[in-house]
C-alpha cells in the first residue's frame, strides 16, 4: 500500500498524467467502430439495388433508398406485393396482397443501427474478423434491449466512398429468430430523394395515403 507523503493536491500537480495504452487489437477496434460511425453520419442519402435472402433460402430483389435520419424503403421487383418503409419515426411492413399492415418504432428494429445517426456503435457494436483485412465487419445490437434484435453490416474499405467505406450489405436477426441477408450493388450516394418515396398507400378497408 502506497504511504501518503505529501497533501493529495501536491501529488497530483508533480505527478505526470499516466493514461494505460489500449491494447493494438482493441485500439483498431475502436478506430474501425468509428470508422463506420462517421460513414453512417457521413450518407446523407443513398440509393442501391438489392437481393434479399431470408431464412427459408427465398430471395427477392429491388431497389433501396435511404435519407438520413431514419427513412428507409425496400421497392421489391415487380409482382412482389410487398413494401418496407420507414418515415423517420416507424417502419412499416405493407403487404397489399393481404392488405395487412404492421408498424413499429424504426429503433426497436435491427435497421435502427443502420438509419440512426445519432447511435453511437462504440456502445451498441464490436468488430467480427472476416480474415480479409479489406472486409469490415460490424455487428451491432442494444445490450439493454436484446429483443430488438442484432444486425451484422459488411463494408468493404473503398477510399472513393463517405469515410472510407462502402456499405456491401447486412445480415439482420429479429426477436423471433428470423435471419435476413442483404446485399448491394450499384451503390449511389448523394443523389436527390424527395419526402415523398417514404409515403405508402393503406390497402386496408377505407385505406388513405399514409407515411407523409
Given at each position: 500500500?502506497?504511504r501518503?507523503?505529501a497533501?493529495?493536491?501536491?501529488?497530483?500537480?508533480?505527478?505526470?498524467?499516466?493514461?494505460p495504452?489500449?491494447?493494438a487489437?482493441?485500439?483498431?477496434?475502436?478506430?474501425?467502430l468509428?470508422?463506420?460511425?462517421?460513414?453512417?453520419?457521413?450518407?446523407?442519402t443513398?440509393t442501391?439495388?438489392?437481393s434479399?435472402?431470408?431464412?427459408?433460402?427465398?430471395?427477392?430483389?429491388?431497389q433501396?433508398?435511404?435519407?438520413q435520419p431514419?427513412?428507409?424503403?425496400?421497392?421489391?421487383?415487380?409482382?412482389?406485393p410487398?413494401?418496407i418503409?420507414?418515415?423517420?419515426?416507424?417502419?412499416?411492413i405493407?403487404?397489399?396482397?393481404v392488405?395487412?399492415?404492421?408498424?413499429?418504432?424504426?429503433?426497436n428494429?435491427?435497421?435502427?443501427?443502420?438509419?440512426d445517426?445519432?447511435?453511437?456503435?462504440?456502445?451498441?457494436?464490436?468488430?467480427v474478423?472476416?480474415?480479409?483485412?479489406?472486409?469490415?465487419s460490424?455487428q451491432?445490437?442494444?445490450?439493454?434491449?436484446?429483443?430488438?434484435?442484432?444486425?451484422?453490416?459488411?463494408f468493404k474499405?473503398?477510399?472513393g466512398?463517405p469515410a472510407?467505406?462502402?456499405?456491401?450489405?447486412?445480415?439482420?436477426?429479429?426477436?423471433?429468430?428470423?435471419?435476413?441477408?442483404?446485399?448491394?450493388?450499384?451503390?449511389?450516394?448523394?443523389?436527390?430523394?424527395a419526402?415523398?418515396?417514404?409515403?405508402?398507400?393503406?390497402?386496408?378497408p377505407k385505406?388513405?395515403?399514409?407515411?407523409g
Open positions: 500500500m502506497k501518503m507523503i497533501p493529495l493536491a501536491l501529488v497530483l500537480a508533480a505527478a505526470p498524467l499516466v493514461v495504452a489500449l491494447p487489437a482493441a485500439q483498431q477496434e475502436q478506430s474501425d468509428a470508422k463506420v460511425n462517421a460513414y453512417i453520419r457521413a450518407v446523407t443513398m442501391a439495388d438489392f434479399q435472402t431470408d431464412r427459408n433460402g427465398q430471395t427477392l430483389t429491388g433501396l433508398t435511404i435519407k431514419g427513412k428507409i424503403r425496400f421497392q421489391y421487383q415487380k409482382g412482389v410487398l413494401l418503409v420507414g418515415d423517420g419515426k416507424a417502419l412499416t405493407i403487404d397489399y396482397e392488405r395487412q399492415v404492421q408498424r413499429w418504432p424504426i429503433g428494429s435491427p435497421l435502427g443501427a443502420l438509419v445517426p445519432s447511435k453511437d456503435l462504440s456502445k451498441l457494436g464490436k468488430i474478423p472476416t480474415g480479409d483485412p479489406s472486409i469490415l460490424v451491432a445490437r442494444d445490450p439493454r434491449r436484446p429483443e430488438f434484435g442484432t444486425i451484422s453490416m459488411i474499405r473503398d477510399p466512398s472510407g467505406l462502402q456499405l456491401y450489405g447486412w445480415v439482420a436477426l429479429d426477436s423471433q429468430n428470423n435471419r435476413t441477408a442483404v446485399r448491394l450493388t450499384n451503390q449511389r450516394y448523394g443523389v436527390p430523394v419526402d415523398s418515396a417514404f409515403r405508402w398507400v393503406d390497402p386496408r385505406g388513405r395515403s399514409a407515411g
